[in-house]
């Protein structure tokens, strides 16, 4: 039997910060999103990387650096296309360590840093949108 999760979880986000981080479980969105400060790609010892500046723990503006990543063409909640730096990150949901590939996006706007999209919940999770934090914080 799949795991139930609620419309929102703790998310941990090992190799980009060291706290638990809530997410929206959002069946709606295809790929998980991530809130990035600012991305750009930068020539470093001969190889083009990607500069990603986060702060999803609220400890302030952390530096990742990506060797691979790729640009995609997204659809946003508005229906337009834009243009967004993708990479693969460990997430854990629960018990469940699941690796993905995230967008990093501009979600200031947003209540939410984190969006958890259904390929990264694919066939993983039931999702009861009734209940909120149906896992623990741990």
């Keep these: 039997?799949?795991?139930?999760?609620?419309?929102?979880e703790y998310v941990h986000l090992p190799d980009l910060c060291s706290k638990a981080v809530?997410?929206?479980?959002?069946?709606?969105?295809?790929?998980?999103?991530?809130?990035?400060?600012?991305?750009?790609?930068?020539?470093?010892?001969?190889?083009?990387v990607l500069i990603a500046t986060l702060n999803l723990d609220g400890r302030?503006?952390?530096?990742?650096y990506f060797g691979r990543y790729r640009l995609r063409t997204i659809r946003n909640s508005?229906?337009?296309?834009?243009?967004?730096?993708?990479?693969?990150t460990t997430l854990k949901i629960g018990r469940k360590r699941i690796v993905s590939d995230?967008?990093?996006s501009d979600r200031s706007g947003m209540?939410?840093?984190?969006?958890?999209?259904?390929?990264?919940i694919g066939k993983k999770f039931l999702v009861d949108v009734s209940?909120?934090?149906?896992l623990r914080k741990k």
């Design 1 to 8: 039997m799949l795991p139930i999760i609620g419309r929102r």
């Design 22 to 48: 809530e997410a929206k479980i959002d069946t709606g969105a295809f790929r998980t999103a991530i809130h990035c400060e600012r991305c750009e790609e930068v020539e470093r010892d001969g190889k083009t």
């Design 60 to 64: 302030g503006n952390q530096t990742h």
């Design 78 to 88: 508005f229906g337009q296309t834009e243009q967004r730096y993708c990479v693969r």
């Design 102 to 104: 995230v967008s990093l």
């Design 111 to 120: 209540k939410f840093q984190v969006l958890i999209g259904r390929k990264t």
């Design 131 to 134: 209940t909120i934090h149906l």
